[in-house]
Nanobody, 126 residues
Framework: QVQLVESGGGLVQTGGSMRLSCRTS????????MGWFRQAPGKEREFVAA????????YYADSVKGRFTISRDNAKNTWYLQMNSLKPEDTAVYYC???????????????????WGQGTQVTVSS
């Protein structure tokens, strides 16, 4: 059974940093396109960041560009979201997701992804 398990969420003050992890199990995710999404209360789920397996193509939402960094350790079947300079508007449940394709031009759409984690809460206090 394929599983994606996020960890690393919690409470942080404005301007702080946090790193989220997403560990996969049940299959090898080589050549999978991987992403992070988030959903704030009362809002739709939105794209945050995505990367190809090799890291040769990386994409960020404008709202997080320059503050967040997506990376992956394929040997550990884990990818990460390093979040710096956090703002209250970053408060949301964060989800990792995997796409069976090696690349998708529609990486910003959640229906492009085949597997999802359960989500981890990130709260940024002002």
């Amino acid at each position: 059974q394929v599983q994606l398990v996020e960890s690393g969420g919690g409470l942080v003050q404005t301007g702080g940093s946090m790193r989220l992890s997403c560990r996969t199990s049940g299959r090898t995710f080589n050549n999978y396109f991987m992403g992070w999404f988030r959903q704030a209360p009362g809002k739709e789920r939105e794209f945050v960041a995505a990367t190809t397996w090799s890291g040769s193509s990386i994409y960020y939402a404008d709202s997080v560009k320059g503050r967040f960094t997506i990376s992956r350790d394929n040997a550990k079947n884990t990818w990460y979201l390093q979040m710096n300079s956090l703002k209250p508007e970053d408060t949301a449940v964060y989800y990792c997701a995997a796409c069976r394709s090696s690349y998708s031009s529609r990486y910003y759409l959640d229906d492009e992804y085949d597997y999802w984690g359960q989500g981890t809460q990130v709260t940024v206090s002002s």
